[in-house]
C-alpha cells in the first residue's frame, strides 16, 4: 500500500465551486504539506502543518484553505475555484530530523 | 531570498554519463534534495547533501560545494527509463518550529535518447 494516499486522483469542476483535495499517510510523519505544479514554474508551498495544533501558509496561500483533522490526514480547499488554480497538486510527509519529503501520487484538478 | 536555477532540459544518449547542475542563493544553508519527478508522477527522493563533497549511490551521485552554492548530479549508464525530470531542492534558514525552509528549483526534464 502507498505511504501517502491523495484523494481523489483527477477532478474537473466549475469556477465558484467548493472542492476538497485529501490526503492521508501512514509513514508516521508530523510533518505536512501542500504543493501545486505548473508547467515552467515547478513545485510552490501552499500550506503546511507541523502537527494536528498547527497550521502555517505557504508561499501561495490565497484562495486555498487547510484543515489537520488528524496526524495523518491533512486537507485543502479552494473555496470558490477559479481557472487559474487549474494545476497539479502534491501532498507531502516529513520527518522532523533531516525533512526528507515524500509525495503523494497528486491530484489533477481542471477548473472550467 | 531564496534564488535557486538549473537548466530547464538536457538531452544525452541511453549508457552514456549526464551531469545535471545545480546553483543557488539562499538565506542559510542547511542541506541540498535532488529529487526525480516521471511526467505526471510524484516527485522521489534521490539524494540528499549536507557536506561538501561526493555521494554516491549506485548510478547516481550528487556533489555538494557549499562555499560555490553548487550542487550536480551525475547519471551514469542512462537507460531510457531515466528520462524524467529532475528537481533540486535547498534547505535553507530556519524558520521556527524546528523546521527549515525548503525551495524547489524548476527542475531539468532530461531526455534520454536511443
Known amino acids: 500500500d502507498a505511504d501517502v494516499t491523495q484523494t481523489p486522483r483527477n477532478r474537473i469542476t466549475k469556477t465558484g465551486k467548493r472542492i476538497m483535495l485529501e490526503c492521508s499517510q501512514t509513514k508516521g510523519h508530523d510533518r505536512m504539506y501542500w504543493y501545486r505544479q505548473d508547467p515552467g514554474l515547478g513545485l510552490r508551498l501552499i500550506y503546511y502543518?507541523?502537527?494536528?495544533?498547527?497550521?502555517n501558509k505557504g508561499e501561495i496561500s490565497d484562495g486555498y484553505s487547510v484543515s489537520r483533522q488528524a496526524q495523518a490526514k491533512f486537507s485543502l480547499s479552494l473555496e470558490s475555484a477559479i481557472p487559474n488554480q487549474t494545476a497539479l497538486y502534491f501532498c507531502?510527509?516529513?520527518?522532523?530530523?533531516?525533512?526528507?519529503?515524500?509525495f503523494g501520487p497528486g491530484t489533477r484538478l481542471l477548473v472550467l | 531570498g531564496q534564488n535557486i536555477d538549473q537548466p530547464t532540459e538536457m538531452t544525452a544518449t541511453e549508457g552514456a554519463i549526464v551531469q545535471i547542475n545545480c546553483t543557488y542563493q539562499t538565506s542559510g544553508f542547511n542541506g541540498l534534495f535532488w529529487y526525480q519527478q516521471h511526467a505526471g508522477e510524484a516527485p522521489t527522493f534521490l539524494s540528499y547533501?549536507?557536506?561538501?563533497g561526493l555521494e554516491e549511490k549506485g548510478r547516481f551521485s550528487s556533489f555538494l560545494s557549499r562555499s560555490k552554492g553548487y550542487s550536480y548530479l551525475l547519471l551514469k549508464e542512462l537507460q531510457m527509463k531515466d528520462s524524467a525530470s529532475y528537481l533540486c531542492?535547498?534547505?535553507?534558514?530556519?524558520?521556527?518550529?524546528?523546521?527549515?525552509?525548503?525551495?524547489f528549483g524548476k527542475g531539468t526534464k532530461l531526455s534520454v535518447i536511443p
Open positions: 547533501n549536507v557536506l561538501d
Open positions: 507531502a510527509t516529513s520527518d522532523s530530523s533531516r525533512e526528507t519529503q515524500y
Open positions: 502543518s507541523f502537527d494536528v495544533k498547527d497550521i
Open positions: 531542492a535547498v534547505r535553507g534558514a530556519y524558520s521556527g518550529a524546528g523546521s527549515y525552509q525548503l525551495t
